[in-house]
Structure formats: C-alpha cells, structure tokens
C-alpha cells in the first residue's frame, strides 16, 4: 500500500502510511538518534520547528517522549488539552485544524475516536501524528518493532503472540505483522476479537486461538496489554471475569521459544493482564520498550519535517 499523503502533507496515522522502506528506515534512524544520545552528540535540525500535542486522553510516556524528542532536536512543543482551548468548548475539529496548522509545524493528536485525526488531517497544512486512537496505537508499533530489531534483529519470519483484548494495539500489531512479514497469533476470548474489517485484510498474516498456552507454543514474542483501556472503566468488573484466563504467566511464557521476549506497551496491572514475575523478568524488554518511544518518535518528526537522507537495504 502506499504512504498517505493528503495535498502536500505526508501524515502518519497508521503504521500503513508508510511504506515498508520506510518503516525500516525509521528503525534504522531511531536507533542511531538513541546512539547519538548517548554519545552526547549535539543535533539539533528542528531549530525553530514547532510541535503541537492535543490530548484529549491522559497520557504518561506520549506527552514526555514527544516533548522531550522535540526538545532534543532544537524545537519546541505546545501542551493542549481540551480543558484549555476552543476544542473542549465545541469548535468543529476541521476549524481547529485549519487554525493550528497556520501557526505550528506538525500536530501529534491522542483521542478516543479514529475519526477525529482522519479530520484533523484532511484540513491541516502540517503532517499530523496519531498519539493513540481506540482504533490504533502507530507509534508505540515503531519503539516496539525498534527493541526487538535491537534485541534479536528483523523479526520477519518470526512468530509474535498477542494475548488478551483485540484492541488498537493488537490493530496496530496486524499492520506491522503484513508490514514487517511476521506470523501474528492473536489469543482473545470470544467477543473482544479485533476489527473483522482489519482482520479480513490482513487474515493471511494473523491468525485468531481462544487458548493462550497453544497461541504461545513456539513465539518469539509475547505481547499483552490492559484489559481495560481508557474509556472502558465501567466494563471494568466483566472483563476481569472474561480476560482472567489470558494472563501472561510463567506457564505461558513457558511454552514459547526458550529465547522468547515480552513486551508490555504500559502501564501495566500485574497480577491482571501479567504476572509480576513475567513482566519484572528476565524476558522483560518494556523498560527498553517504553524508551525507544522517545528514539522512534524522533526519528518520525526528522522524517515528516524533513524527510529520509537514506533507505537502508533490509
């Protein structure tokens, strides 16, 4: 599929509005800008350069790893919520959009429906960044493809295991299954399948099991989030009952490969949707995991402002 481009703006939205030369590239340059970081290395291209970041939901590591990412390459960024602007008190989205991206250079957007940063993109002059929608979590995708590049190498041809709700990450990890050419096993109970119209298209690379042990057998990796997102607190009580089963547990992580890594995209409930001795373990990599948001992000910024120097073979 090709890159999104709405008029002259390259967007990222999805994990699909990249190409795959692009998504390795990205990877590639995340993990040179983490590299440079640590050499102490002054770079500093977006000198001058703007971000803006609506939050329409909480967040912990989206609001730092992009305020801090934007900082570190000599820009700046605006921290907007509803609360505080035209956007909580009504003002059409297509109007904030038109407004905003007169004034900044690119807009990172974390909201409930998927509709409103297909909006907001439709009228922007400036790339526009998915943060996290309840359809799809795209650059959490790129710092997890990042940590396991950097752990165990390209994944593709690997089998990756998804266990609990068929949520926007378990979307997101469809898209980079079709895009990175790995085997995704998606352990859910009945009724928390993820999206038929996604799981139609990418059918071929995902594959749906109601037992978490066999989904397990064999992966290289294992990945689980809440059971309870943002928005759903009041299915809290049902779906513990539901979900219960599909905690990532010793046992399970005990059927994949003996060098298979978890990862967990935060915050996390042990004793929930992961045991503590699962998630504080030695197969733990979502302390890197969560870092690399900031490395991924940056990389993605440099990308949409100023675009690829290199595409890396892969």
């Known amino acids: 599929m090709e890159a999104r481009r709405i008029g002259d703006c390259r967007h990222f939205l999805a994990l699909h509005d990249l190409t795959a030369d692009e998504a390795h590239a990205l990877l590639a340059r995340a993990t040179e800008l983490k590299r440079m970081l640590y050499a102490q290395e002054d770079y500093r291209p977006l000198h001058h350069r703007t971000l803006a970041m609506i939050f329409e939901k909480s967040s912990t590591r989206t609001r730092v790893s992009f305020e801090v990412g934007m900082a570190q390459l000599g820009g700046h960024a605006l921290f907007l919520s509803p609360r505080d602007t035209q956007l909580g008190r009504g003002e059409p989205i297509e109007d904030s959009a038109r407004v905003l991206s007169r004034m900044v250079d690119v807009v990172m957007i974390r909201t409930f429906h998927h509709e409103t940063v297909e909006r907001f993109a439709a009228h922007s002059r400036v790339p526009v960044i998915n943060g996290l929608t309840d359809y799809l979590h795209p650059c959490q995708i790129l710092a997890d493809m990042q940590t396991y590049r950097e752990h165990r190498g390209e994944i593709r ?158």
């Not at 928390?192 to 298209?201: A, E, G, I, K, T």
């Not at 992000?297 to 690829?308: P, T």
């Open 157 to 314: 041809g690997r089998r990756v295991t998804w266990i609990g709700d068929g949520n926007n990450m378990c979307h997101s990890f469809m898209e980079a299954a079709q895009m990175f050419d790995f085997e995704l096993r998606i352990a859910c109970p009945e009724g928390f399948d993820p999206d038929p119209v996604l799981l139609s298209r990418l059918g071929d690379r995902c594959q749906i099991l109601r037992d978490p042990h066999e989904a397990a057998e064999g992966a290289d990796l294992i990945v689980t989030d809440v059971w309870a997102s943002m928005g759903q607190e009041d299915e809290q009580a049902r779906r513990m009952a539901m979900f219960a089963p599909y905690q990532v547990t010793d046992a399970v992580m005990a059927r994949a490969a003996a060098d298979a890594l978890f990862m967990h995209c935060l915050p996390a409930h042990r004793g929930e949707e992961v045991a503590a001795s699962v998630i504080d373990g030695p197969q733990s990599i979502v302390w890197d995991e969560a870092e690399n948001r900031l490395h991924a992000q940056k990389a993605l910024l440099e990308f949409l402002l100023l675009g690829l120097t290199d595409t890396p073979a892969h």
